[in-house]
């Protein structure tokens, strides 16, 4: 099988794959980091990055930076850079690549519906979307007064339209049932994009399913510890975890019954892969371990690097670049708020 | 005197903000933004768009509204409107002038600090002078 | 001084004295309760101060502190999460109450921030009760976040009440102080001198009367004095006409006679 599609992929995708294989080599290093961590100012920032290839896109920013801007900044050349690979795509590659943006769009479309319901510009909300999370009919979320009416009119037109099949009972728009709406939706993301994944098979398959179900565990964690106190009932937590991965089926039933951060600890621990990560934190601390899991994610996701002739680095350099992105926010939060000392805890360091 | 008559004995006051988006978030997040039926917010959200004349409306609107009781404003945004922050003088509501993360706080600026710092050092001599 | 000039204008009379007298004690029991007063102010005032710089001080570290939560929570959970906070407003959980404290007769307002059930039921991220904001990831920082800026809400309210207390009692100081240096500088010295210039009124006018006793005395004395030496001379030609008819005929009457009857008088029948 492998050999097969070394002998056909580099006929569609191997000038994309070149590409990202080029721009995954434009990553900030460890020691481009350890120049940004002694930064004073922002503005020493931005020479820092003036070198890399964040340059152009911060170049004609005026002296008073600002964090925002040196992340707004940051994702938009994210956004060309998807763009520019999305141009040249052939299919299956170009679905794929949408799959990427998907959460995003979720996210935005999240973000409207809250926005309506508290009746907001919709004008401000746009400018709010995360830009790899557009969709044409985006705009027109606006109007919808209930979960039937946004599916009907908008929804229907996107490829997010399959997702809402699950969460389209629940009629009436709260906060609560955004949040819920949120997780379900991504939860059906995650699923589809698996299905969508194995389907292509090969290397692809192989790696994306690992990273995929990496990160469906991840959420499944991160749900139950968030959830632990609120009023999400255990049957509703359950329903929000997604059906693959490591944790499923026997873990998702342990982790629902969960009350605290060591029981989840005690789940957590039978399943070797997160051993490690548990491992590295304290018992009946949970702060750290977003921090953790991204470290893991990161390796994981380098590590797709290593094999040719598949999709999985596509993801691997978005999501990539997403955590520098994370990486720069928190190091001009950092300066700016002169926390230099605390520079060090969250940064991921990719290379 | 003039803070005598118009303390209200309102049981429920709110608290408005005049400051940048992450500063707004995070006092948002902690509950205390408001919007009422005429979506008339009780905070403003000052960025590189916002005009001074919108921070002064909204600063003398927060200042005459009967249901606020304070007004948190970042610094950098007061010193905008100076003038204004320091002709105020109605004790209700309190203007409290905050630190933003990206300017740090300079107690020399600080309209009701700089008079405390004065009182302080005078105060030897403050009761002579009076 | 200007006050020493001025005196009240009234009619310098011993019942004037007498009011203008309980006057200046009044005004003077006036000015030592207001000086307690002013007194007992500045001691809370001073109090404020220390309190005032000390909480400045903990809100910058409370500011750092939930600002750095902030960038904590985004770094988790994504820059989006401040978008979904903005839009989820409703109404307030968290509010403030105000009531009186009093100091000395000055009433301070005093704020303390409470939950309301009522807001919290709505409005998203609310203090009542954790929302699911953040529900894949993020969460705990979330909510670290909300008690963070929570905190420094609780300092916040504290500087306001402070604040206002501040502005307050330096104004009603002022007020005191202002009439204390009103009665010491102006009031007690106007009724001081104007007790001085009513004394000083009704001495010249005994002084006066006096003089004029003492005159209307000269003045009867020479009165007297003159009428004697009048009457001595009365006596005196009395004596003289007195010793003439003794003689007959006065002197002059008799040299009258004399000279008339020689001259002119020609039918003198002896």
Redesign the interface.
């Known amino acids: 099988m492998y050999s097969w599609e070394m002998l056909s992929f580099n006929i569609h995708d191997g000038f994309l794959e070149a590409i990202v294989r080029g721009n995954r080599s434009g990553l900030l290093t460890a020691a481009d980091y350890n120049n940004l961590c002694q930064c004073e100012t922002l503005d020493d920032i931005k020479m820092h990055l003036s070198a890399t290839e964040y340059g152009p896109y911060l170049q004609n920013e005026p002296s008073p930076l600002h964090t925002t801007t040196i992340v707004e900044k940051c994702t938009l050349k994210l956004v060309d850079e998807y763009k520019h690979m999305l141009c040249q795509a052939n299919e299956p590659l170009s679905t794929f690549l949408q799959y990427i943006t998907y959460g995003h769009m979720i996210d935005n479309v999240v973000l409207i519906v809250t926005g309506t319901l508290h009746e907001r510009d919709v004008n401000e909300l746009l400018e709010k979307c995360h830009p790899l999370g557009m969709f044409d009919s985006i705009a027109s979320l606006a109007v919808a007064q209930n979960m039937r009416e946004l599916y009907r009119l908008v929804l229907v037109d996107t490829p997010l339209a399959p997702y809402f099949s699950e969460c389209i009972t629940s009629e009436d728009l709260d906060d609560m049932n955004i949040e819920i709406m949120r997780n379900t939706l991504y939860k059906a993301y995650l699923e589809d994009f698996y299905k969508f994944c194995a389907k292509l098979g090969g290397a692809t398959a192989d790696i994306m399913c690992n990273l995929l179900s990496f990160e469906a565990d991840r959420r499944a964690v991160n749900i139950t510890i968030n959830s632990i106190g609120t009023e999400l009932t255990r049957d509703d937590r359950r329903k929000l975890f997604s059906n693959f991965g490591l944790l499923f089926p026997y873990g998702h039933e342990e982790l629902a019954v969960c009350e605290d951060v060591d029981q989840v600890r005690g789940v957590m621990e039978k399943y070797p892969p997160y051993q490690s990560i548990f491992a590295k934190i304290s018992y009946g601390e949970s702060q750290m371990l977003d921090k953790a899991f991204y470290e893991e994610e990161v390796r994981r996701l380098c590590l797709s690097f290593e094999q040719q002739f598949h999709y999985a680095v596509f993801f691997a350099y978005m999501r990539l670049r997403e955590q520098e992105i994370r990486n720069l926010m928190w190091i001009s939060e950092c300066v700016a708020q002169n926390q230099k000392n605390r520079v060090h805890d969250s940064v991921v360091f990719i290379f | 005197?003039?803070?005598?008559a118009n303390?209200?004995?309102?049981?429920?006051?709110?608290?408005a903000i005049i400051a940048d988006?992450?500063?707004?978030?995070?006092?948002?997040?902690?509950?205390?933004?408001?919007?009422?039926l005429r979506?008339k917010?009780?905070y403003l959200?000052v960025d590189n768009k916002t005009t001074v004349k919108q921070i002064e409306d909204a600063f003398k609107e927060f200042t005459a509204r009967e249901d606020i009781?304070?007004v948190?404003i970042s610094q950098y945004i007061a010193n905008m409107i100076r003038f204004l922050v320091d002709s105020y003088?109605k004790?209700?509501p309190?203007?409290?002038e905050?630190?933003?993360?990206?300017h740090?706080?300079d107690?020399a600026n600080?309209s009701?600090?700089s008079?405390?710092?004065y009182?302080?050092s005078a105060?030897s001599v403050?009761?002579d002078r009076? | 001084m200007s006050g020493q000039s001025q005196r009240l204008n009234v009619v310098p009379t011993v019942t004037m004295l007498g009011v203008v007298k309980a006057r200046l004690i009044g005004a003077t029991r006036g000015h030592a309760l207001l000086k307690k007063k002013s007194d007992a102010l500045t001691v809370q005032f001073r109090a404020i101060l220390k309190k005032i710089v000390a909480t400045k001080e903990s809100m910058g570290e409370a500011m750092r502190a939930s600002s750095f939560s902030l960038a904590e929570a985004k770094y988790v959970a994504g820059d989006g999460v401040r978008h979904v906070v903005l839009q989820s407003v409703r109404s307030a959980s968290l509010r403030v109450r105000s009531h009186q404290e009093n100091v000395a007769g000055v009433k301070l307002p005093k704020f303390s921030h409470f939950v309301d059930p009522a807001g919290g039921a709505s409005g998203g991220p609310s203090g009542a009760s954790p929302s699911l904001t953040g529900l894949a990831r993020g969460g705990q920082q979330v909510s670290a976040c909300r008690t963070a800026h929570v905190k420094a809400i609780e300092v916040l309210v504290e500087l306001a009440s402070l604040q206002t207390s501040f502005l307050t009692l330096d104004e009603a100081i002022k007020t005191t102080n202002r009439r204390v240096n009103a009665l010491e500088n102006v009031v007690k010295p106007r009724l001081e001198n104007t007790i001085t210039y009513i004394k000083g009124e009704l001495d010249e006018l005994e002084r006066e009367d006096f003089f004029r006793l003492k005159k209307i005395q000269g003045y009867k004395r020479r009165e007297i004095e003159r009428q004697m030496i009048e009457a001595k001379k009365f006596a005196e030609e009395q004596l003289a006409e007195d010793l003439a008819l003794k003689r007959g005929i006065s002197m002059g009457a008799a040299t009258n006679i004399l000279v008339g009857g020689g001259d002119k008088d020609d039918d003198i029948i002896f």
Request: charge should be neutral; charged fraction near 20%.
């Open positions: 005197m003039a803070g005598r303390i209200p004995a309102n049981s429920s006051a709110l608290i988006e992450d500063t707004v978030t995070g006092f948002l997040m902690a509950g205390v933004g408001n919007v009422d979506k917010t009780n959200l009781a304070i948190l003088n004790p209700i309190a203007i409290l905050i630190p933003s993360k990206d740090p706080y107690p600080d009701v600090l008079r405390v710092k009182l302080f105060d403050a009761s009076r």
